[in-house]
């Protein structure tokens, strides 16, 4: 599998928080779509997602390695299309650490302190990296 | 401008104040000017460390300086907590998905599981918030927090630049903490201060008054015996060591020390730090030579010496008998005295013995390395084993300031007089001044100055001083002894450089018409005693009545040895010795016999020989005339009506019978009893008391002197003496010129030479003689 | 594989009235997974199917796969109160995009931009509007689970068929 590397403007989209979309696929091959609230840069070939509970994606990368996530940058007129590879899953470290306190300051807002704490970082390899531009809204788009 | 301006600018005006309110205005407007983040917060952890208080808002409508963040809460509390840089870009949507969350859980029942959402400062829509912990070291003081509504990227460069302006506002808000903590503390140490010095200065005036009251209470409780014991000398605080140690003994006890200074005061001191329950008896023991006689029991087997100090003793049973000036008692006193006292030693326990449970404390002005003349050495030894030594006053002079406030307290509370201090110059004069009268003279002088004192405080001029140690032109240099009639002092002439001897005779007349005569019939007296030429006769100076009221007179000074003191010391004289100096006596009665005056008191210690140029055994004729009345006011006169006339061994029988008419003749009478004395150092008579003692001389016949005398007497000598003798003046020698005629003739084998008398001075008495 | 036709409740119907926004998900041979954005959906009249329209990105991998497998999943979602259900089906069919179409796009196209308005006060509308692109493929396919997904403690519960007990 080909060894990519993010590009760097793909850092701030990822640090702005924006929502992105995930696919995975289980074993048997279904595949599950669902929507995430951040992915995180880990380094140049590296990012993390959140692991807080039990779900058909925590199970399905451990099953199928391969997933599929969709960043997208409202602003930019774009979305990036990441396919990734499930590496291991973290649960101390800088990585983790970053992760658990931005989950922790939102929770601790809402009531939610300790309820869906971050219970391990996932690290993914990135085997492809694609921005793709949205074509600009036009007037016309509206009419056809 | 550039960022790294920006930097440089906001590193100079933020470490250019120490105002915490400045450093936070800077650090606003610096986030404002690098990243356009119109919204920020400073925050610092409270003493808690629990909570994070923001003390400077920009940007917030409705954010209040003082808004609380609880550590761990929202992006700024876990900051603090996790003290690490926190960027959130998407904190709408985070927001949103937590509380979607929220929802579920309360759809699916789960609402025990849910805290309160809990309100942090900060803009309620926030899409994109920084926050950086502000530490120094490793220590969190705070959180810098900036916030956007709109979704904001910050890149790495954008954290550093934020991190090198968060270490400098940390750096300058821990600096202007540190100032204004010390600022505080050292306002709440002057302040403090202030309040401790107020209290201390309360305090120690509290302590003072309470002090003075203490002090006040413990000087009156020690006025009483203590008086000549205070002060803080060395040499006072060594004698009341002495005390308290002299309390616990039973053993004679001998203080010695100078006229004045304190000796009673000390025995009295030793009785009643014993806590012996009997009386502390005073014996003055130049009162009593003449006196003991009187009105003793005599016991079987006891002299009437023994039988007088057994009285005493008697008087003093668990108690204690003070012998002031133990040295003047007579010498048979003193033997029986001994005896006592060698006795009491051999049977301790005896509680029949009259001197059961005594303390005897006996007391002499004289140095012991040169026994008083008169002295009984025994007596003197067994007391000296055990000797307290009183100090001069000038030897302990730093006590006169604590001696001066007791008796100017003493004095004025006595006389009715307010006095509340000594003039510093005063008090600089008493302790410059010698005392040469000691703690009796200060005392003396402090009395005067209270009573003639107009101020309430105490002035003590020079004159005082002066005047309190002259006697007319004399100005007393030290005391040469206290007896029972007075005190002898050493004087020196204001302008001449003769020394004199001054003696002060006390008596008790109250000022009035009794006193006046009195004093007219004694300066009478005394004017026709100076008018004496004889250079046999002591030579009178001066004479008067001082202020305190005491008459004195003032005379040579001689140095040398009396009759009494000769005979006690060195046994019975020689007969050509003694008729030698019964010619010079005679001599100088011949010429007051030819004015009119009789001497009345010849005895042996009036007889003073004495050494006149290169002259040895120079006769002077002691005590002339001065206050000797054949009148009523005679017993008056001087304190004791019984030492007037001395001594009863010495009397002659018409001054005995009181007859009115005496002469000179009464003079050759006692005069042959002292030569009787001189000659064997037994008395004409015996006797167990004065009565008896006065009776032999009207009765009795004299033992001849040859049956009495140790040495061979001339036959012609014991004729004339014996003639002496006689009870009808009229059988005596007619004048003291015919008695020295008479003495004349009598024929020794040896004559008494003035080298024989030079070698027995040298070798008996070197320093009396010596020039 | 058995699969069971099920009915979509008329709760999700409404739900995907106003629902915003939607990704599908698929796989290839593989089991690669792979996504594509969604710019319009459609329950169909028998309450079985759905019809989705995707934009031109990436349309032969999709056809490759569904042709392949048939397997697709689709998560739709409405922001910003994260209601979220995802619907998985099997492949039936797919044409071009017609001219009604363009109306579900729009119905879509303004409830987005809506939402996101308040979090991007500063962005210009035809920005917000751009992110739902003109579709060129509409895909029908079997609704056969529906899982709720909404961030929470029932998220990847499966609501139709109900799980038994």
């Given at each position: 599998?080909p060894?990519?590397?993010?590009?760097?403007?793909?850092?701030?989209?990822?640090?702005?928080?924006?929502?992105?979309?995930?696919?995975?696929?289980?074993?048997?091959?279904?595949?599950?779509?669902?929507?995430?609230?951040?992915?995180?840069?880990?380094?140049?070939?590296?990012?993390?997602?959140?692991?807080?509970?039990?779900?058909?994606?925590?199970?399905?990368?451990?099953?199928?390695?391969?997933?599929?996530?969709?960043?997208?940058?409202?602003?930019?007129?774009?979305?990036?299309?990441?396919?990734?590879?499930?590496?291991?899953?973290?649960?101390?470290?800088?990585?983790f650490?970053?992760?658990?306190?931005?989950?922790?300051?939102?929770?601790?807002?809402?009531?939610?302190s300790?309820?869906?704490?971050?219970?391990?970082?996932?690290?993914?390899?990135v085997?492809?990296?694609?921005?793709?531009?949205?074509?600009?809204?036009?007037?016309?788009?509206?009419?056809? | 401008?550039?960022?790294?301006?920006?930097?440089?600018?906001?590193?100079?005006?933020?470490?250019?104040?120490?105002?915490?309110?400045?450093?936070?205005?800077?650090?606003?407007?610096?986030?404002?000017?690098?990243?356009?983040?119109?919204?920020?917060?400073?925050?610092?952890?409270?003493?808690?460390?629990?909570?994070?208080?923001?003390?400077?808002?920009?940007?917030?409508?409705?954010?209040?300086?003082?808004?609380?963040?609880?550590?761990?809460?929202?992006?700024?509390?876990?900051?603090?907590?996790?003290?690490?840089?926190?960027?959130?870009?998407?904190?709408?949507?985070?927001r949103?998905?937590?509380?979607?969350?929220?929802r579920?859980?309360?759809?699916?029942?789960?609402?025990?599981?849910?805290?309160?959402?809990?309100?942090?400062?900060?803009?309620p829509?926030?899409?994109?918030?920084?926050?950086?912990?502000?530490l120094?070291?490793?220590?969190?003081?705070?959180?810098?927090?900036?916030?956007?509504?709109?979704?904001?990227?910050?890149?790495?460069?954008?954290?550093?630049?934020?991190?090198?302006?968060?270490?400098?506002?940390?750096?300058?808000?821990?600096?202007?903490?540190?100032?204004?903590?010390?600022?505080?503390?050292?306002?709440?140490?002057?302040?403090?201060n202030?309040?401790?010095?107020?209290?201390?200065?309360?305090?120690?005036?509290?302590?003072?008054?309470?002090?003075?009251?203490?002090?006040?209470?413990?000087?009156?409780?020690?006025?009483?015996?203590?008086?000549?014991?205070?002060?803080?000398?060395?040499?006072?605080?060594?004698?009341?060591?002495?005390?308290?140690?002299?309390?616990?003994?039973?053993?004679?006890?001998?203080?010695?020390?100078?006229?004045?200074?304190?000796?009673?005061?000390?025995?009295?001191?030793?009785?009643?730090?014993?806590?012996?329950?009997?009386?502390?008896?005073?014996?003055?023991c130049?009162?009593i030579?003449?006196?003991?006689?009187?009105?003793?029991?005599?016991?079987?087997?006891?002299?009437?010496?023994?039988?007088?100090?057994?009285?005493?003793?008697?008087?003093?049973?668990?108690?204690?008998?003070?012998?002031?000036?133990?040295?003047?008692?007579?010498?048979?006193?003193?033997?029986?005295?001994?005896?006592?006292?060698?006795?009491?030693r051999?049977?301790?326990?005896?509680?029949?013995?009259?001197?059961g449970?005594?303390?005897?404390?006996?007391?002499?002005?004289?140095?012991?390395?040169?026994?008083?003349?008169?002295?009984?050495?025994?007596?003197?030894?067994?007391?000296?084993?055990?000797?307290?030594?009183?100090?001069?006053?000038?030897?302990?002079?730093?006590?006169?300031?604590?001696?001066?406030?007791?008796?100017?307290?003493?004095?004025?509370?006595?006389?009715?007089?307010?006095?509340?201090?000594?003039?510093?110059?005063?008090?600089?004069?008493?302790?410059?001044?010698?005392w040469?009268?000691?703690?009796?003279?200060?005392?003396?002088?402090?009395?005067?100055?209270?009573?003639?004192?107009?101020?309430?405080?105490?002035?003590?001029?020079?004159?005082?001083?002066?005047?309190?140690?002259?006697?007319?032109?004399?100005?007393?240099?030290?005391?040469?002894g206290?007896?029972?009639?007075?005190?002898?002092?050493?004087?020196?002439?204001?302008?001449?450089?003769?020394?004199?001897?001054?003696?002060?005779?006390?008596?008790?007349?109250?000022?009035?018409?009794?006193?006046?005569?009195?004093?007219?019939?004694?300066?009478?007296?005394?004017?026709?005693?100076?008018?004496?030429?004889?250079?046999?006769?002591?030579?009178?100076?001066?004479?008067?009545?001082?202020?305190?009221?005491?008459?004195?007179?003032?005379?040579?000074?001689?140095?040398?040895?009396?009759?009494?003191?000769?005979?006690?010391?060195?046994?019975?004289?020689?007969?050509?010795?003694?008729?030698?100096?019964?010619?010079?006596?005679?001599?100088?009665?011949?010429?007051a016999?030819?004015?009119?005056?009789?001497?009345?008191?010849?005895?042996?210690?009036?007889?003073?020989?004495?050494?006149?140029?290169?002259e040895?055994?120079?006769?002077?004729?002691?005590?002339?005339g001065?206050?000797?009345?054949?009148?009523?006011?005679?017993?008056?006169?001087?304190?004791?009506?019984?030492?007037?006339?001395?001594?009863?061994?010495?009397?002659?029988?018409?001054?005995?019978?009181?007859?009115?008419?005496?002469?000179?003749?009464?003079?050759?009478?006692?005069?042959?009893?002292?030569?009787?004395?001189?000659l064997?150092?037994?008395?004409?008579f015996?006797?167990?008391?004065?009565?008896?003692?006065?009776?032999?001389?009207?009765?009795?016949?004299?033992?001849?002197?040859?049956?009495?005398?140790?040495?061979?007497?001339?036959?012609?000598?014991?004729?004339?003496?014996?003639?002496?003798?006689?009870?009808?003046?009229?059988?005596?020698?007619?004048?003291?010129?015919?008695?020295?005629?008479?003495?004349?003739?009598?024929?020794?084998?040896?004559?008494?030479?003035?080298?024989?008398?030079?070698?027995?001075?040298?070798?008996?008495?070197?320093?009396?003689?010596?020039? | 594989?058995?699969?069971?036709?099920?009915?979509?409740?008329?709760?999700l119907?409404?739900?995907?009235?106003?629902?915003?926004?939607?990704?599908?998900?698929?796989?290839?041979r593989?089991?690669?997974?792979?996504?594509?954005?969604?710019?319009?959906?459609?329950?169909?009249?028998?309450?079985?199917?759905?019809?989705?329209?995707?934009?031109?990105?990436?349309?032969?991998?999709l056809?490759?796969?569904?042709?392949?497998?048939?397997e697709?999943?689709?998560?739709?979602?409405?922001?910003?109160?994260?209601?979220?259900?995802?619907?998985k089906?099997?492949?039936?069919?797919?044409?071009?995009?017609?001219?009604?179409?363009?109306?579900?796009?729009?119905?879509?196209?303004?409830?987005?931009?809506?939402?996101?308005?308040?979090?991007?006060?500063?962005?210009?509308e035809?920005?917000?509007?751009?992110?739902?692109?003109?579709?060129?493929?509409?895909?029908?396919?079997?609704?056969?689970?529906?899982?709720?997904?909404?961030?929470?403690?029932?998220?990847?519960?499966?609501?139709?068929?109900?799980?038994?007990?």
């Amino acid at each position: 599998m080909p060894m990519t590397r993010l590009p760097p403007e793909i850092r701030p989209v990822l640090e702005n928080g924006t929502p992105a979309a995930m696919v995975t696929c289980s074993a048997d091959g279904k595949p599950n779509t669902t929507v995430i609230s951040q992915v995180y840069y880990v380094d140049e070939a590296h990012v993390a997602l959140s692991f807080q509970f039990f779900s058909k994606t925590i199970r399905n990368v451990r099953e199928n390695p391969r997933a599929f996530v969709c960043v997208f940058d409202i602003a930019g007129l774009a979305h990036w299309v990441l396919q990734l590879q499930f590496e291991r899953s973290e649960t101390e470290g800088p990585v983790f650490d970053a992760m658990d306190m931005q989950i922790e300051a939102i929770a601790s807002m809402t009531g939610m302190s300790g309820i869906f704490k971050l219970r391990a970082a996932d690290i993914y390899r990135v085997h492809s990296v694609e921005r793709v531009q949205h074509p600009r809204w036009t007037a016309s788009w509206s009419n056809g | 401008m550039s960022n790294l301006r920006i930097l440089q600018r906001v590193s100079a005006d933020i470490n250019s104040t120490l105002d915490l309110d400045e450093i936070c205005d800077v650090a606003l407007r610096t986030m404002d000017e690098l990243f356009e983040f119109h919204h920020a917060n400073i925050l610092l952890l409270e003493p808690d460390n629990n909570t994070l208080k923001v003390i400077a808002s920009r940007g917030y409508e409705n954010q209040a300086v003082g808004g609380r963040v609880p550590v761990g809460t929202g992006v700024i509390g876990m900051v603090a907590q996790k003290r690490r840089l926190m960027h959130v870009n998407n904190l709408g949507q985070q927001r949103a998905y937590a509380s979607a969350q929220r929802r579920e859980m309360e759809k699916a029942g789960r609402h025990a599981q849910l805290g309160n959402a809990i309100p942090v400062p900060g803009l309620p829509n926030a899409e994109s918030q920084i926050a950086i912990p502000l530490l120094i070291r490793d220590d969190l003081i705070g959180v810098f927090s900036i916030e956007s509504p709109v979704p904001r990227s910050f890149g790495e460069h954008e954290r550093d630049l934020v991190s090198i302006v968060a270490n400098q506002i940390a750096s300058a808000i821990h600096n202007a903490r540190l100032y204004e903590q010390q600022r505080l503390a050292a306002k709440a140490l002057h302040e403090a201060n202030l309040s401790l010095e107020n209290r201390v200065a309360e305090r120690t005036a509290a302590l003072e008054r309470e002090l003075r009251v203490a002090q006040a209470l413990l000087n009156e409780a020690r006025s009483r015996v203590e008086g000549p014991l205070l002060g803080g000398s060395a040499l006072v605080r060594g004698l009341r060591d002495a005390v308290a140690r002299e309390a616990r003994s039973v053993e004679p006890l001998l203080l010695t020390g100078p006229a004045g200074s304190g000796k009673e005061a000390v025995a009295r001191a030793v009785h009643d730090a014993s806590g012996r329950s009997g009386a502390f008896i005073f014996v003055r023991c130049g009162e009593i030579t003449a006196q003991h006689r009187h009105g003793v029991e005599t016991k079987a087997l006891r002299s009437p010496e023994e039988s007088f100090i057994g009285s005493r003793f008697e008087l003093a049973s668990r108690g204690t008998v003070f012998f002031d000036a133990v040295h003047e008692l007579s010498l048979d006193l003193q033997r029986a005295l001994h005896t006592t006292l060698e006795e009491a030693r051999r049977r301790p326990s005896a509680t029949d013995s009259s001197t059961g449970d005594v303390r005897m404390i006996g007391s002499t002005t004289h140095d012991m390395r040169q026994p008083p003349p008169g002295a009984f050495l025994p007596l003197l030894q067994l007391l000296a084993a055990n000797r307290v030594t009183v100090p001069p006053l000038i030897d302990r002079r730093e006590d006169i300031p604590a001696l001066v406030d007791h008796f100017v307290r003493r004095h004025s509370r006595r006389l009715g007089k307010v006095i509340d201090s000594v003039s510093p110059d005063s008090m600089r004069r008493l302790e410059a001044y010698t005392w040469p009268g000691n703690i009796r003279e200060l005392r003396t002088v402090l009395e005067r100055a209270v009573l003639v004192s107009k101020s309430t405080v105490l002035e003590v001029d020079e004159e005082q001083l002066s005047e309190a140690l002259a006697i007319g032109s004399y100005r007393l240099v030290t005391s040469l002894g206290s007896g029972g009639m007075g005190e002898v002092w050493l004087a020196k002439h204001r302008f001449l450089v003769r020394p004199a001897a001054v003696k002060l005779i006390r008596h008790d007349v109250p000022p009035g018409t009794a006193r006046e005569q009195l004093v007219r019939r004694f300066e009478r007296e005394a004017n026709v005693t100076a008018a004496l030429r004889s250079p046999h006769t002591v030579q009178l100076y001066d004479f008067g009545v001082n202020d305190s009221g005491s008459f004195y007179y003032v005379m040579e000074f001689l140095k040398g040895l009396d009759l009494h003191q000769i005979g006690t010391r060195f046994g019975p004289q020689p007969a050509e010795r003694v008729i030698m100096l019964l010619r010079q006596a005679c001599r100088s009665l011949a010429e007051a016999h030819e004015r009119g005056l009789v001497h009345r008191d010849i005895k042996p210690a009036n007889v003073f020989v004495t050494r006149l140029g290169t002259e040895y055994d120079y006769v002077k004729i002691l005590d002339f005339g001065v206050v000797k009345e054949q009148s009523g006011h005679e017993a008056t006169l001087l304190s004791n009506p019984a030492v007037v006339q001395g001594t009863p061994a010495f009397m002659p029988p018409e001054i005995v019978l009181g007859e009115k008419r005496i002469d000179g003749r009464a003079d050759l009478y006692s005069l042959a009893c002292a030569a009787y004395w001189a000659l064997t150092t037994q008395t004409v008579f015996e006797a167990t008391t004065p009565a008896h003692m006065l009776l032999q001389h009207v009765q009795a016949r004299p033992v001849p002197l040859s049956e009495r005398s140790e040495l061979v007497v001339p036959r012609q000598l014991e004729t004339i003496l014996m003639a002496c003798l006689e009870k009808d003046p009229a059988r005596r020698p007619a004048s003291a010129l015919e008695l020295d005629t008479q003495l004349a003739h009598v024929r020794c084998e040896a004559p008494w030479t003035n080298e024989r008398a030079q070698h027995w001075w040298e070798a008996h008495a070197p320093d009396v003689v010596a020039t | 594989m058995i699969a069971f036709h099920i009915l979509i409740p008329g709760k999700l119907v409404r739900f995907l009235e106003h629902a915003n926004v939607a990704f599908v998900g698929v796989r290839d041979r593989d089991l690669v997974p792979f996504g594509h954005r969604v710019s319009g959906w459609q329950v169909g009249a028998d309450q079985r199917t759905m019809t989705i329209l995707v934009p031109d990105e990436f349309l032969e991998k999709l056809l490759e796969s569904l042709k392949e497998n048939g397997e697709l999943a689709i998560t739709v979602e409405e922001f910003p109160s994260h209601e979220t259900y995802q619907f998985k089906g099997r492949y039936l069919r797919h044409r071009a995009v017609q001219e009604d179409d363009g109306e579900m796009v729009e119905r879509v196209r303004r409830r987005f931009v809506k939402s996101l308005k308040p979090m991007y006060a500063d962005a210009p509308e035809d920005i917000l509007k751009s992110f739902i692109s003109p579709p060129s493929l509409a895909i029908e396919f079997d609704v056969l689970e529906i899982y709720l997904q909404t961030p929470g403690p029932g998220a990847g519960t499966r609501l139709v068929p109900p799980v038994e007990q």
